[in-house]
């Protein structure tokens, strides 16, 4: 074991002095999210707005981080832009294992910079920089600076935002070493409001594995099991695009604002046609033996007559899907393009394709002219949407700020809330049925990954409520599990209960090992209780229109079905963030 309690590092960002603190409660709530929320706890005002400075900014990891495969993921929790409630944003990339080896379990930021920040931490070293001749520089640019100013290699993380987090947009996402991003519930903005444009974190130091043959054994056990399955396959072969194909086959996939949910011509952006054409290299977070993120090229003319560079644009099933499908880009080549501008402007790639999604329905209806859209949306045409999304990502005028708060409210005020794609925030990529859109709808991250909606309606034709509400509870408890390990979500089938006990008692956590129904149940109570405490209502959450009008290879959307999950769903949160929770146990 590495220690039986949390080791945390918080920085006051007013005057850029920190201070390590030892924190109680590795029993109780393991880490990840278990310690994000009791950080919340600690730091966070539930009635003062999100970008207060007094509120945290919080980076936390689990206690396998370091020691098992694919335990490498960096829970990240704050008081979000989007709704002004407490919000987690998940990313691999090498966060996890760089603040392992600089020996903290969590990071807190809070305070604010007088002038445009960046902070280099280690686990000897706490630096902060002015960098205010960085403002406004795109997501790329600071990479590359941020690299050089701070130097060393090896364990290093460097998380950072573009001009969306500057500009407050609740979209804004923090990317995590250029292919991996804290995406979605504006954590970009918040690091925006607390004028920090790039945290690197230095793992320069060490820890011990323990001895024995137990852990060794173990480890390898794991390792085999992880390698040996079709994860590996799957994940680490076309990656999560396969499930383009998948789900246009199955009309379920979102295309064109999610008037349709199949078209042939998406298999111009299918997982396989990536593969052919546009695949360079698989590569992987640090501690991940799958390498599932698979980054392609995309070449850009800089110069006449024929002068190329080309760049490296990693693709997933989510940046396809809000870059592609849902704006009618049927040309794998276009949508990296739009994923890299994307990504440059620092954007949440799944929230900027919908909200241009919901816009140019918006155009061809009437709702709003090129007065507001500055370009002429139209679905299939790549060049009005490049235009599009850095007057998105930098909030060129009221429509595009105003946007940037979310689709919801745009439509608001201009109108077209029947055909918002949003549930909770701009939908993922899956039109599977009445179950995922609850789960994402009320879920607590308003993510596909709260729990298993969509596979669920891909499992079960029934309709019996009680049955698919329970099941959404009991999925987020043990997805919760992982993510106060922080393990990624796609070694669920193999890190169950048992193996994570396995694992934890191997390492000497005997009693956290022996209560992990306990701690799961307590963690998200705890992160509802919490949710609920900064104004969260999941009664009168709205589900659009248009969700009701999807048609899948089940039949049309049942409305009645529809509100009857809400409404139970609902109601289990609510007694969720009601119970009472024994904090001292
Ligand atoms: S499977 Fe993919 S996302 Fe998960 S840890 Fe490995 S590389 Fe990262």
Redesign the pocket.
Known sequence: MIRDHFRVLRVDLADGRGEVMTLEGRDRVAGGSGLAVLLFEKYGRVDKPWDDPEQPLIFALGPLTGYFP?M??TVCAFKSPYHDQYAESHA?GRSALALRFADYDALVFTGKAERLSAVALGSRRLEMRDVHYMRGLDLQITGKMLRRMFGGAGHRSILRIGPAGEMGSAMACINADTYRHFGRLGGGAVMGAKNLKGIVIQGDGAFDLPEGKTYAKLFQDVYKKLTDTDMMDK?HNLGTPVNVNVLNGLRALPCRNLQQTHDEAMEGISGEKFAEETLMRNT??SG?P????HVGFMREKFMEPNQYLYRQVSYDHEPIFATGSMLGVTNAFKVLALIDVTEKMGLDVMSAGVALAWATEALERGLISLKETLATLKFGEPETYIEALVHLGRGENDFYRLLGQGVLKAAKHYGGEDFACVLGQEMAGYATGEVFFISQALGFRHSHLDAGGYSYDQKHQEKDVEKAVGFLVQDEQERVLLTSMVS?L?AREVYKREVLAECLGSLGYKTLAGDLEAVSGRVQKLRWKIRVATGFNPSAVEIPKRFTEVTTWKGKVDGDYLKALKSDYARSIMEMGREETDDRR
């Open positions: 694919l490498s993921k691999g994940y992987a977070c991940c799958i390498g599932c993120i990624c796609f």
